[in-house]
């Protein structure tokens, strides 16, 4: 920069120097405060940007730690619920097996019931209606709850278990089946629940003659409606009229044996019934030649008459 002094006189140039020094001065000054706000400025403007960086990475900071979180809670969002349906399908699966165990136990309790029944056991011996009778002091020890693990530890050893008695009481019940088949089969007994024998198996008077004939059964009398009753389990063969025995009925019982109920009132079967030991089969009365209410009673083997006296005995020895 030029400055362009004029010379007038030396009072004038004296005056003219001063002010250009005082000129020279105030651009120093001038200059050195612009110098100090720029580097003010500068100064301010680094620290300012060096906060801006240290806030932008403490944004960013934060920002990762907030998605850390939030992944760090969906991974355990996501594990509980993992764990909740595994937790639900174990349930789901001891229900099911618990279901089973019962419906076990329900055809163990039916089946114990039956041979308790064929057992012919007093009633109360056995109940299984009810639960089982326990007690016992308290243990000292505190209780402990069941985990899912020993949970399914004592289902498996009730179900071998279940499994083990179901078995046993199976095979007990065919003997058992078995047995009172083999009872059923054995004729022992007298054909009539009330009444008295009034004609013998033999030789006898005939009552209509009063010669002496060959009389192949027994003769019960009594009351004309009462029940006559298979001796013996079995099957209807005959079921109808026969010359001379009115209405009479007759049943298979194996091994060629076949007992016979004549002069009935009323036949209660028909031919091909299965029918039980002691189970009514026609009403005590007077049909064909007969004198009265009585059934006569024959046991024939292959065919042939025998005599059912020891058959009478024989439930009269089982009674003894």
């Known amino acids: ?34 110098a100090a706000l720029c580097l003010l400025s500068f100064s301010v403007g680094q620290q300012l940007g060096e906060k801006a960086v240290v806030e932008a990475q403490n944004a960013v900071l934060e920002r990762q730690v907030v998605q850390n979180w939030t992944q760090t809670l969906e991974d355990q969002a996501t594990a509980i619920a993992v764990t909740r349906q595994q937790y639900s ?19 163990l309790d039916a089946l114990g019931q039956r041979l308790t ?10 109940d299984f ?31 071998l278990q279940a499994e083990s008695r179901q078995q046993q009481l199976g095979v007990l019940s065919d003997v058992l089946v ?12 007298k054909p009539v629940r009330t009444g008295w024998l009034s004609s013998q198996y033999g030789f006898r008077s005939d009552p209509f003659t009063g010669r002496r004939a060959w009389h192949n059964g027994l003769d019960f009398a009594g009351k004309a409606g009462s029940d006559i009753i298979a001796v013996a389990g079995g099957v209807v063969i005959f079921a ?8 009479t009925v007759e049943i298979a019982h194996g091994d060629g044996l076949v007992t016979r109920y004549a002069h009935c009132k009323e036949i209660l079967v028909s031919v091909g019934d299965v029918v039980q030991k002691d189970q009514t089969v026609a009403l005590l009365g007077s049909s064909g030649r007969s004198t009265g209410p009585h059934v006569h009673f024959e046991v024939l083997q292959d065919g042939k008459g ?8 024989r439930a009269t020895a089982r009674a003894g």
Do not use: C
């Open 1 to 34: 920069m030029n400055f362009l002094i004029m010379r007038m006189d030396s009072h004038t140039s004296t005056t003219a120097a001063v002010s250009a020094r005082d000129i020279r001065r105030w651009i120093f000054l001038a200059l050195s405060l612009m």
């Open 89 to 107: 399908q174990q349930m789901d699966m001891l229900t099911l097996r618990l279901g089973e165990l019962q419906s076990r136990l329900l055809r």
């Open 117 to 126: 029944s064929m057992s012919e056991l007093p009633e109360g011996e056995f």
């Open 129 to 159: 209606d009810s639960l089982p009778s326990v007690g016992g002091p308290e243990d000292v020890i505190p209780p402990e709850s069941f985990n899912l693990a020993d949970l399914d530890a004592s289902l498996s050893r009730l179900e």
């Open 178 to 189: 078995h047995d009172k088949i083999a009872r059923q089969q054995v004729l022992a007994g």
């Open 240 to 247: 109808g009229t026969r010359y001379g025995y009115g209405n």
């Open 306 to 313: 025998v005599s059912p006296q020891k058959y009478v005995q």
